[in-house]
């Protein structure tokens, strides 16, 4: 069964509105999880590390306004896209990793089912 | 530079038949990981196989095997007696280090894989 739960699975709102995507981890820790963006037929980019606690890490040329990242326990994060616009339209998708406070090991990376946003 | 190359955009097998799914990475840490996932058209992500950079022995999990060499930074995904469900894109990531375990993965760009009946 799924061990990272993400919700909504998809999300069609009017340009302007924020968009709250959750990740939790199931039955397991997480002080760390991570979001990623995909756009039709492309890979996945990570957007930001969230940690439980602090500020998330984001990576180069993510505006951390616009992507607002909380990481409230050590089973949920979430990621609000603020004031949203038909450019933000694409698939989000967060993970986690089991044992993460172990050194990295042959633990995958856990992925939610992902978020489908479209903008209008 | 690309961290992880996959080279084929799409490939096409047989039913029945093995595909091999080509990926290079590049990175100068000693430690590192490198996974196989699969994307269904429904989006998610489904881990297939692992092989850390301090295996002798190349990966194997059911259907699916990574050859692995090191000295070339290749890790291929082959998929032994395709399935129609097999039908998806494949993506190589790698994970880089070994300390601290909170490190994201780097994804190539893909391959969509058709099985053909």
């Known amino acids: 069964g799924a061990v990272v739960s993400q919700h909504p699975s998809r999300v069609i709102c009017k340009s302007g509105t924020s968009v709250k995507i959750e990740c939790r981890s199931l039955?397991?820790?997480?002080?760390?999880m991570f979001w990623y963006r995909q756009f039709p037929k492309q890979s996945l980019m990570l957007m930001a590390t969230?940690?439980?606690?602090?500020?998330?890490?984001?990576e180069q040329g993510v505006e951390k306004d616009k992507f607002l990242i909380n990481h409230a326990s050590l089973t949920l994060s979430t990621l609000t896209v603020t004031s949203a616009h038909p450019e933000d339209s694409s698939f989000y998708i967060c993970?986690?990793?089991?044992?993460?406070?172990?050194?990295?090991?042959?633990?995958?990376?856990?992925f939610g089912d992902g978020t489908r946003l479209s903008i209008l | 530079a690309q961290k992880i190359t996959q080279t084929q955009p799409g490939m096409f097998v047989q039913e029945k038949e093995a595909v091999t799914l080509d990926c290079t990475y590049d990175t100068s840490d000693q430690s590192y990981g490198l996974f196989w996932y699969k994307q269904p058209s429904s989006g998610e992500m489904i881990f297939l196989i692992y092989q850390g950079s301090y295996d002798e022995q190349n990966a194997t999990e059911g259907r699916y095997s990574l050859n692995f060499q090191k000295a070339r930074k290749s890790a291929n995904l082959v998929i032994s007696a395709s399935q129609l469900g097999d039908s998806a894109m494949y993506f190589c990531?790698?994970?880089?280090?070994?300390?601290?375990?909170?490190?994201?993965?780097?994804f190539g760009s893909g391959t969509r894989l058709q099985v053909q009946p």
């Open positions: 993970s986690a990793k089991t044992g993460d406070l172990l050194p990295d090991s042959n633990q995958p990376q856990h």
């Open positions: 039955d397991f820790q997480a002080t760390t």
């Open positions: 969230s940690n439980e606690g602090s500020k998330a890490t984001y």
């Open positions: 990531a790698m994970r880089e280090g070994l300390w601290p375990g909170r490190r994201a993965l780097t």
